[in-house]
């Protein structure tokens, strides 16, 4: 089973980037829009590890950080 990574990046160019280099390695990628998303997905699918952008609208990587 490949490990699933979350990526919470408010850029779609560099979403997209990042998830298609991450499945061209083997990994389960979703993304999130923002930190809000970011984080009730984090909450509801648990992911192996998250890669977070820090400066989002809403709520910002810091503040994703403190919640998780």
């Known amino acids: 089973m490949a490990k699933r990574i979350l990526v919470i990046e408010d850029d779609p160019s560099i979403r997209t980037y990042l998830q298609k280099v991450l499945r061209q390695a083997g990994y389960d990628t979703l993304a999130a ?11 509801a699918l648990l992911p192996d590890l998250v890669l977070c952008d820090v400066v989002m609208p809403k709520l910002n990587g810091y503040a994703v950080l403190d919640a998780v």
Not at 33 to 43: I, N, S
């Open 33 to 43: 829009r923002d930190g809000e998303e970011g984080l009730q997905m984090v909450r």
